[in-house]
């Protein structure tokens, strides 16, 4: 479908102008004459149908805001009254992110040709999860689809905000770190090298700091080039081995075990497989499904595959308190929640209650997470800096002797 702008007129003679998404100008007149508006001109937008096809070759992506913010508008337009298929065409045109500009029109016209907003979702499983088509499915089969994008939209902005939280605070150890490489690679290659001329005229025997220092800075002077390029080539390779399947679950695995941050990424992470579970058990979706589908919603390999092993013992007959404890991911606490959901048929309400139970704990971490690394930072720096000091300045509180041993 191509963009076209018209100039027409109202009934009352008023003068009016747009943009509308169709597949030919006949089309176009054909919705004007229906909405009550005389065509004066049509033209096609060919430069803004050309910068959507350049802009698909760099492949850009739709971040949660704006999957956030569709999903309340399209709560709204329905909540309204308005027709699915004008709702989505209305929010295509406002749209600035081109690859759900496109996904949206082509929506439409699936919608058009009879099939379901949720199958037609499905064909884009980058922009819409398993998850999302799972709920918007829900939604269809029951009448509530406007219920359905509003508990999305919830659900979305809630895990974007415990997300951004916790890049948060990880970006002050992230940059102090960053800080200290760079402070190390100046100094070895501009700061030492000065010191290691005064040095090399005295044929003094030089402390052993200072003879480690002066040894790694020449080395670094002398193979900078290929230090660099094989620090590039390591970033791309580990890059290039996480995107494959073995590669992806060791380092999921691995990110839960890293100290400190770990234990608030795995808690992060069961609170959304607790919450993405409460959600879709209560919109009606069959619990074995359901498990399948929250597998995919954790974004971590290592508890999809600990969430589908509870899905296969829930086949085999075992009950969802005996599973989660032998994956050893939830606390005894959360069990026994989960056990009293079983009991009472309220499993819904008491994931729902694990998940923010998984939140506070993890917002209470965020909280102190600075004051936990910030004494690593300071002795790392510490160690860093008395290592410099004792190797440039131990020669100078001895510079007598080492003149008289020229």
Do not use: C
């Not at 049509?42 to 050309?50: D, L, N, Y």
């Not at 895990?159 to 605070?169: E, F, L, P, Q």
């Not at 480690?212 to 094989?230: C, D, K, Q, R, Y």
């Not at 004051?371 to 510079?399: K, N, Q, R, S």
Request: glycine share 6%; aromatic share 8%.
């Amino acid at each position: 479908m191509a963009t076209f702008s018209y100039k027409g007129r109202t009934n009352r003679g008023d003068s009016i102008e747009g943009n509308i998404s169709a597949a030919n100008a006949d089309a176009v007149a054909a919705q004007l004459f229906n909405s009550g508006i005389t065509p004066i001109d049509i033209t096609e937008q060919a430069e803004k149908s050309a910068d959507i096809k350049l802009s698909n070759l760099f492949g850009e992506k739709v971040g949660l805001d704006e999957l956030i913010l569709f999903s309340r508008q399209m709560y709204t337009l329905m909540k309204s009254g308005v027709p699915i298929t004008r709702s989505i065409t209305s929010l295509a045109e406002s749209s600035n992110n081109v690859a759900l500009h496109n996904a949206l029109l082509t929506l439409v016209e699936e919608l058009e040709s009879g099939r379901e907003l949720s199958t037609a979702m499905a064909q884009y499983p980058k922009i819409f999860s398993t998850l999302y088509v799972s709920m918007i499915q829900v939604g269809e089969n029951t009448g509530r689809l406007d219920e359905a994008f509003l508990q999305i939209s919830e659900y979305l902005a809630l895990d974007k905000d415990t997300r951004d939280r916790i890049k948060a605070a990880l970006r002050y150890p992230v940059i102090v770190l960053v800080a200290i490489a760079g402070a190390i690679a100046i100094i070895n290659l501009f700061v030492i090298p000065a010191f290691a001329k005064v040095y090399s005229g005295l044929n003094a025997e030089l402390p052993w700091a200072t003879k480690i220092l002066i040894a790694t800075s020449n080395f670094m002077v002398a193979n900078w080039p290929f230090l660099l390029a094989g620090i590039i080539m390591t970033f791309v390779g580990i890059t290039m081995y996480v995107r494959t399947d073995e590669g992806r679950y060791k380092w999921h695995k691995y990110k839960l075990r890293i100290p400190v941050v770990g234990s608030i990424i795995n808690r992060s992470l069961l609170a959304r497989f607790s919450r993405s579970f409460a959600m879709a058990t209560r919109a009606g979706v069959p619990l074995i499904q359901t498990m399948t589908v929250v597998a995919r919603a954790v974004d971590n390999d290592f508890i999809s595959e600990r969430v589908l092993q509870m899905r296969n013992g829930v086949e085999r007959g075992d009950t969802l308190t005996r599973t989660a404890a032998a994956t050893g991911l939830f606390t005894p606490l959360v069990i026994q929640m989960m056990s009293v959901g079983e009991e009472t048929g309220a499993v819904d309400d008491l994931l729902q209650e694990v998940a923010e139970y998984y939140e506070r704990e993890v917002d209470y971490d965020l909280k102190n997470l600075s004051a936990a690394i910030e004494p690593i930072l300071i002795v790392a720096i510490g160690i860093m800096v008395f290592i410099l000091a004792l190797g440039v300045f131990l020669p100078m509180w001895d510079l007598a002797g080492a003149y008289k041993g020229r």
